[in-house]
Structures are given as structure tokens and as C-alpha cells.
């Protein structure tokens, strides 16, 4: 079976640009996150859908990053403006349930902002 | 602030020899508790789980161990083996996950 499929792989940008990432969840998963790593925070949770509702959405760090799940099988992460502070590598992953079950990460996207 | 904190960035240990991954968390609510593994450039990969119910959980050559009166959890990998080489992630949930920051563990031939 498939897992969750990001991309792109790695993207660089100079600043100011329009980012957007792009996730396919696990078919079936009710549930997508999407995390940013960074060294000095570790995995931070930014939003996270339910049935392709944004339920908490309290990790998004400002206004310039945005969430969509327009159907079951396709999200997006958007930062625009971007800066050179939002490098980092952005996971998506997707589960069957919230807080009882393992989350299924895909590769992650390498973001770099110049 | 962290609720999550794996205060150990790095740890090596010779193939064979037991490895023991330690995580402490703050927040008493949390019900639920997982390890993940990551290799380079891949995502996290889902290792082992445990829930707060229990103090102990087994798969293989991994066992989670749980203390909730000290907010603490840790991973034991026996016997260690090089591939086992990567970071890992502990991470703890109540209504969402937290996790820590990672501890790289190199098993040396």
C-alpha cells in the first residue's frame, strides 16, 4: 500500500515567494497533520484536519502560513509570504484516529528559503 | 515550553550491547505514549506504543517502559544492531501529539 506521499521532495525559494507544499494522505485515514522540524523545537504540530475539517490550527506560527483539505485525498501547507526563517523540513502525516493511534509520516518536504 | 524532552541529543553503543532511550514528559494528562525511528531523509517511522494503563510493552527487540509517577518513559533495544542506527522520537498525546526533539543512537560495529 501506499504511504503518505509529499511533495515536492525539496524546494528552494528566495524570499518573499509563495510556497506551497502539497500531502496525499492514506486512503481511509480520517485524520492529516502537518508538522514542522526544526533542530531546536523538534516536531511541532501546525494543523491538523478531521474528515478534511481544520480542527486546530493553534500551531500555525503566523497569517503568511495556511492549511487547505479540499477532498480525502489532497492537502496543502502555504506560505506566502516566505521567509527565511520558515526553512525547515515540513512533514505531513495521517492517521485512523487522533490522540490513540500511530500517525503515518510521509518523507517530509526540505524547504529553504533564501 | 516542551512538554516533551528527551534530554539526550546523541548516544552510541556497541552492536550487542543493550540500548536504553530515555524521554520525560510534564503534562500528567497524557494517555498515550509512542516511539518513533527516522532514517535520513525519510519520515518518522512508527516504532513501538504504550499506553498509560500499562508500565511495559514488548515487541522484539524493543520495550517500552513506562513511569508515570516520574513522567518518565524510556526504550530498550536488545541487542542493539547497526541498522538500529537513526534518531529517535518519543511522543506523547492527550488530545494531540507532542514530541520531543530527537536523540540520534549510533550502534557501532
Known amino acids: 500500500d501506499a504511504g503518505v506521499i509529499q511533495s515536492p521532495r525539496h524546494e528552494v525559494t528566495e524570499m518573499g515567494q509563495e510556497v506551497t507544499l502539497r500531502c496525499k494522505p492514506i486512503s481511509g485515514h480520517d485524520y492529516l497533520f502537518w508538522y514542522r522540524q526544526t533542530m531546536m523545537r523538534g516536531l511541532e504540530l501546525l494543523i491538523y484536519f478531521n474528515n478534511n475539517v481544520p480542527i486546530d490550527d493553534s500551531g500555525m506560527p503566523e497569517d503568511r502560513f495556511s492549511a487547505k483539505m479540499p477532498n480525502a485525498s489532497f492537502s496543502t501547507l502555504k506560505i506566502q509570504p516566505s521567509e527565511p526563517r520558515d526553512s525547515a523540513v515540513y512533514f505531513c502525516?495521517?492517521?485512523?484516529?487522533?490522540?490513540?493511534?500511530?500517525?503515518?509520516f510521509g518523507d517530509g518536504t526540505r524547504l529553504s528559503i533564501l | 515550553d516542551q512538554q516533551v524532552k528527551q534530554n539526550s541529543p546523541s548516544l552510541s553503543v556497541q552492536e550487542g550491547r543493550i540500548s536504553i532511550l530515555n524521554c520525560d514528559y510534564t503534562?500528567?494528562?497524557?494517555?498515550?505514549f509512542l516511539w518513533y525511528k527516522k532514517y535520513p531523509a525519510e519520515g518518522p517511522t512508527f516504532l513501538i506504543s504504550i499506553s498509560s494503563i500499562k508500565d511495559k510493552n514488548e515487541d522484539g527487540r524493543f520495550t517500552v517502559f513506562l513511569n508515570k509517577s516520574a513522567k518518565h518513559l524510556s526504550l530498550h533495544i536488545v541487542p542493539s544492531q547497526p541498522g538500529d542506527s537513526a534518531v529517535y522520537f518519543c511522543a506523547a498525546s492527550a488530545n494531540q501529539f507532542y514530541f520531543g526533539t530527537g536523540t540520534s543512537l549510533t550502534v557501532i560495529p
Open positions: 502525516a495521517s492517521s485512523e484516529g487522533n490522540s490513540n493511534q500511530p500517525q503515518h
Open positions: 503534562n500528567s494528562m497524557f494517555d498515550y
